[in-house]
């Protein structure tokens, strides 16, 4: 009977050996896998990292060139100054010289000529160029009023309020500065819906709020926000103001009394680091039922209007979130990325996406809705702006006219008006037909 057992003693045996070793091997996987997660995530962290230094760098890169051409066109003006120019009939191509716009002392605002174009060629009948404005620096952010008979936009000195129709200036406001900050580029400059105010996004991590009327600073609201404000957003009736920061704040203020309402605050300071929460856009539908935030790290977050209820949230990219708009026409959402796309989306029970808008090679900064037709429109650091049936996903044509980063691209509210301002320093009133 023990004579019978040892044979099979012996292969049970080995089987065992087998298994433990098996056992063992898929132990050291599973820990080298755990070790590779780890790697990974640190490895993510460090991309993160550089891709916020990266658009640092930019940023500051855009500022440098703004300087060396406010430093170059000084230089050309003291040029003229000491030797006549003399002009050849015979030389074509040449750039038109623009009419001087009166601003205050120290200031820049000129109406240029410069040349532009459209792909297909098809569509140039249909779009005109109806003129440029060129300052002496980087210009961020531009936005309609609430009819379109005026524009705003800044420089790093001055906010100026020209004309719709043909460019001229309305009204300057002065951009306080304090002693450290030389040179100041605001990333949101916003009318309200009555006209009486504009909000603007300070160099101290400030809002300045302008009476249009009687042309002064009639508030300034400090102190609550402790990094840039990257965008604002006025409630219909213009009684409150929304901010957002690259703090994850989102502060509202109510303009009656210009104090603070409620503040919000999203992330911890561990995620701030990565810039995981911070806040880069803001946007409504037309009867306010909902204030759309879109953060960094990708993600829109809904709230409805009373603040009383959780935000809701979804992942629009997986790589940066630059901006978040609404169509007036159904209330679709646009969402612009790092990833080089803008999606749309719809917000009818679980957020879906409806179409991916893909054609520009670089990061795409704005995006804006026609009123009135199913049209999109897109700017990029491609320097290009992109029209698209966002119904469709089809691309109509490309805008290629300015020599730097687009940064915001905002719609007239009523007629086929688009107005783009761009590192360039040039804002460029846009019209267009179906």
């Given at each position: 009977?023990?004579?019978?057992?040892?044979?099979?003693?012996?292969?049970?045996?080995?089987?065992?050996?087998?298994?433990?070793?098996?056992?063992?091997?898929l132990?050291?996987?599973?820990?080298?896998?755990?070790?590779?997660?780890?790697?990974?995530?640190?490895?993510?962290?460090?991309?993160?990292?550089?891709?916020?230094?990266?658009?640092?760098?930019?940023?500051?890169?855009?500022?440098?060139?703004?300087?060396?051409?406010?430093?170059?066109a000084?230089?050309?003006?003291?040029?003229?100054?000491?030797?006549?120019?003399?002009?050849?009939?015979?030389?074509?191509?040449?750039?038109?010289?623009?009419?001087?716009?009166?601003?205050?002392?120290?200031?820049?605002?000129?109406?240029?000529?410069?040349?532009?174009?459209?792909?297909?060629?098809?569509?140039?009948?249909?779009?005109?160029l109806?003129?440029?404005?060129?300052?002496?620096?980087?210009?961020?952010?531009?936005?309609?009023?609430?009819?379109?008979?005026?524009?705003?936009f800044?420089?790093?000195?001055?906010?100026?309020?020209?004309?719709?129709?043909?460019?001229?200036?309305?009204?300057?406001?002065?951009?306080?500065?304090?002693?450290?900050?030389?040179?100041?580029?605001?990333?949101?400059?916003?009318?309200?819906?009555?006209?009486?105010?504009?909000?603007?996004?300070?160099?101290?991590?400030?809002?300045l709020?302008?009476?249009?009327?009687?042309?002064?600073?009639?508030?300034?609201?400090?102190?609550?926000?402790?990094?840039?404000?990257?965008?604002?957003?006025?409630?219909?009736?213009?009684?409150?103001?929304?901010?957002?920061?690259?703090?994850?704040?989102?502060?509202?203020?109510?303009?009656?009394?210009?104090?603070?309402?409620?503040?919000?605050?999203?992330?911890?300071?561990?995620?701030?680091?990565?810039?995981?929460?911070?806040?880069?856009?803001?946007?409504?539908?037309?009867?306010?039922?909902?204030?759309?935030?879109?953060?960094?790290?990708?993600?829109?977050?809904?709230?409805?209007?009373?603040f009383?209820?959780?935000?809701?949230?979804?992942?629009?990219?997986?790589?940066?979130?630059?901006?978040?708009?609404?169509?007036?026409?159904?209330?679709?959402?646009?969402?612009?990325?790092?990833?080089?796309?803008?999606?749309?989306?719809?917000?009818?029970?679980?957020?879906?996406?409806?179409?991916?808008?893909?054609?520009?090679?670089?990061?795409?900064?704005?995006?804006?809705?026609?009123?009135?037709?199913?049209?999109?429109?897109?700017?990029?650091?491609?320097?290009?702006?992109?029209?698209?049936d966002?119904?469709?996903?089809e691309?109509?044509?490309?805008?290629?006219?300015?020599k730097?980063?687009?940064?915001?691209?905002?719609?007239?509210?009523?007629?086929?008006?688009?107005?783009?301002?761009?590192?360039?320093?040039?804002?460029?009133?846009?019209?267009?037909?179906?």
């Amino acid at each position: 009977m023990n004579q019978g057992s040892a044979p099979l003693q012996q292969p049970i045996n080995t089987i065992e050996q087998h298994a433990d070793k098996l056992v063992n091997g898929l132990e050291e996987i599973s820990k080298a896998v755990c070790q590779l997660k780890a790697v990974n995530q640190s490895l993510q962290h460090v991309y993160d990292q550089s891709v916020i230094h990266y658009l640092q760098l930019q940023e500051d890169t855009d500022t440098m060139r703004a300087m060396y051409r406010r430093l170059k066109a000084q230089y050309e003006r003291m040029a003229s100054q000491l030797q006549p120019q003399i002009e050849d009939p015979g030389i074509s191509g040449q750039q038109i010289p623009g009419q001087q716009i009166p601003t205050s002392p120290g200031d820049s605002l000129e109406l240029v000529q410069i040349p532009w174009e459209v792909s297909p060629p098809s569509f140039k009948s249909n779009i005109k160029l109806r003129y440029t404005l060129r300052t002496d620096s980087v210009v961020c952010s531009v936005c309609f009023n609430s009819n379109g008979d005026c524009l705003a936009f800044s420089n790093s000195k001055t906010v100026f309020i020209v004309s719709t129709q043909d460019g001229s200036l309305i009204s300057t406001f002065d951009i306080p500065h304090t002693q450290n900050i030389t040179d100041f580029n605001t990333r949101a400059i916003r009318i309200s819906p009555d006209s009486q105010y504009l909000a603007l996004g300070g160099p101290t991590h400030n809002i300045l709020i302008y009476s249009i009327p009687s042309r002064r600073i009639i508030a300034d609201l400090n102190g609550y926000h402790e990094n840039k404000i990257s965008a604002l957003l006025f409630s219909n009736d213009s009684n409150t103001l929304y901010s957002g920061g690259f703090d994850g704040y989102l502060c509202i203020f109510q303009l009656k009394t210009m104090t603070l309402f409620k503040m919000l605050k999203h992330g911890t300071s561990e995620s701030m680091k990565n810039g995981n929460e911070m806040i880069v856009a803001l946007t409504k539908d037309d009867e306010e039922s909902f204030i759309a935030v879109g953060f960094m790290n990708g993600s829109v977050g809904i709230y409805e209007p009373t603040f009383t209820q959780p935000m809701n949230s979804f992942k629009a990219h997986d790589q940066f979130l630059l901006d978040v708009a609404t169509s007036p026409l159904d209330c679709s959402i646009a969402t612009s990325s790092h990833d080089k796309t803008t999606k749309i989306w719809s917000l009818r029970g679980v957020a879906s996406c409806r179409k991916t808008l893909k054609s520009h090679d670089d990061l795409v900064l704005s995006a804006c809705f026609s009123p009135k037709e199913p049209i999109c429109f897109t700017g990029s650091k491609d320097e290009t702006i992109k029209a698209w049936d966002y119904k469709k996903g089809e691309l109509l044509f490309t805008l290629k006219a300015h020599k730097n980063t687009l940064f915001e691209l905002a719609h007239h509210p009523t007629d086929k008006i688009l107005v783009s301002c761009s590192g360039d320093g040039l804002v460029c009133l846009w019209v267009y037909h179906s």
